[in-house]
């Protein structure tokens, strides 16, 4: 199957840069990936893709792979949009479902942009890469470096919680614990490119994670029956699946695939402990400044500093959506109250997302009406720090009191 890619191209700029080589940034500004999408068209009907296997790789062409190629894969099957009918009554909604990322291997979302980059990455012929994770990247990175037989090196915030840092250790990669945020992280990477030899495969900092995120775009519309949904909402760290999405319905709608002109509005959830991205969208302003002490439990979205805060700030407005903070207080809370309510065990950073739908729903910024979805974009279980609970005990030595434990009291 040929590749349908024609050039890479700066995100700021609009600067044009061959494909054919390994890039990184251009000016320190994140790179498109661009398709010959007329000739996309012409090979592949959307019709075409009920006989493919339902994977992210059934989006072949609008995918960077070579002609040949096989992708450095563990199986990404597309991942399941539940509808919540219990959640949306809760919150006064008519639909609303949760596509769940965290049945990825690995056990997140990060599993697309992964495997996207370190297939790339070995056709390039690259032996040894180097990232900065406060979360699931890592064990991400780790996972699709061994499957490559690519040497990894992740760094990673002291606090990061402990099953990315062991499942990352776990997989092979040179695993470091480093006393700052992850934007100290990725300037180790940044300094040791020359020393060590590595390629970066920091957020936003090579153009081929972004193209692996925007399969969720992708599967989301195919799901839809190509009417996309009013509304989703999506947790904002570095930002590459919001504008991957955005990327992708782009793409959808010049190959005139989409049953409706109408896009969705994007909502850019943070935390009250790490907002820059809001703060930026409040202020009216295009770039964001970093934000200072940086803390939130949900630690995929503590990122101070955005490489692509531009990008990702141009595709909420230009889809007339938002960006949101969430009071800190309120993630945990979410996250038990949704696992409870729809048995989706969501990660700290979704749950976040819930939050911000109660917001926008008693404001009406979202409406009754409109159609719904939440990413989930990891699996709770992964989060120990964040489900821990002390639990009521049974003595086996006293009488049972069928009426405390009717209640979940000790």
Same mark, same amino acid.
């Given at each position: 199957?040929?590749?349908? *890619?024609?050039? +890479? %191209?700066?995100? +700021?700029?609009?600067?044009? +840069?061959?494909?054919?080589?390994?890039?990184?940034m251009h000016k320190d500004r994140p790179l498109w990936v661009r398709y010959d999408l007329a000739a996309v068209g012409r090979h592949l009907r959307k019709s075409d893709l009920r006989d493919r296997a339902p994977n992210m790789w059934r989006y072949r062409e609008l995918l960077p !792979?070579?002609?040949?190629?096989?992708?450095?894969?563990?199986?990404?099957?597309?991942?399941p949009l539940t509808v919540c009918n219990r959640l949306a009554r809760q919150v006064g909604l008519e639909r609303l479902w949760i596509k769940d990322e965290s049945q990825l291997p690995t056990g997140s979302f990060k599993a697309r942009g992964l495997a996207m980059a370190l297939t790339m990455a070995q056709h390039f012929g690259i032996r040894r890469v180097a990232l900065p994770s406060a979360g699931n990247a890592g064990g991400a990175a780790a996972a699709y470096a061994a499957r490559a037989g690519i040497e990894a090196f992740?760094?990673?915030?002291?606090d990061t919680p402990v099953v990315n840092i062991y499942e990352s250790r776990l997989a092979g990669a040179k695993t470091f614990l480093v006393n700052g945020l992850i934007n100290d992280c990725g300037r180790i990477v940044r300094e040791g490119k020359q020393a060590m030899g590595w390629f970066d495969l920091s957020t936003l900092k090579e153009p081929y994670r972004i193209e692996g995120k925007k399969t969720m775009g992708l599967e989301l519309a195919e799901q839809f029956q190509w009417r996309l949904p009013d509304v989703i909402l999506y947790p904002t760290g570095g930002g590459t699946g919001l504008i991957g999405m955005w990327k992708a319905f782009q793409e959808l709608r010049h190959l005139g695939w989409l049953e409706t002109e109408r896009m969705p509005r994007l909502v850019s959830v943070q935390s009250s402990g790490c907002?820059? !991205?809001?703060?930026?969208?409040?202020?009216?302003?295009?770039?964001?400044?970093?934000?200072?002490?940086?803390?939130?439990?949900a630690s995929g979205i503590r990122v101070p500093v955005a490489v692509?805060?531009?990008?990702?700030?141009?595709? *909420?407005? %230009?889809?007339?959506?938002?960006?949101?903070?969430?009071?800190?207080s309120e993630i945990t809370p979410c996250m038990q109250r949704v696992c409870a309510l729809?048995? !989706?065990? +969501?990660?700290?950073?979704?749950a976040a997302c819930v939050?911000?739908?109660d917001a926008l729903r008693a404001n009406n910024w979202i409406r009754t009406d409109d159609r719904v979805v939440i990413f989930n974009t990891g699996a709770a279980q992964k989060y120990v720090e964040a489900i821990r609970a002390d639990l009521p005990s049974i003595d086996l030595r006293q009488p049972l009191d069928w009426d405390r434990i009717a209640i979940g009291q000790p």
């Open positions: 199957m040929p590749s349908f *890619v024609t050039h +890479l %191209e700066s995100a +700021l700029d609009g600067s044009s +840069l061959p494909a054919d080589v390994p890039q990184s !792979i070579p002609d040949g190629m096989v992708p450095v894969t563990l199986g990404e099957l597309q991942t992740v760094f990673m915030p002291h907002a820059p !991205i809001v703060k930026a969208y409040d202020a009216g302003q295009r770039f964001a400044e970093p934000f200072a002490n940086a803390n939130t439990i692509g805060d531009f990008m990702i700030l141009d595709a *909420v407005r %230009e889809s007339d959506g938002c960006a949101i903070a969430v009071d800190e729809e048995g !989706i065990p +969501l990660c700290p950073e979704a939050a911000a739908l």
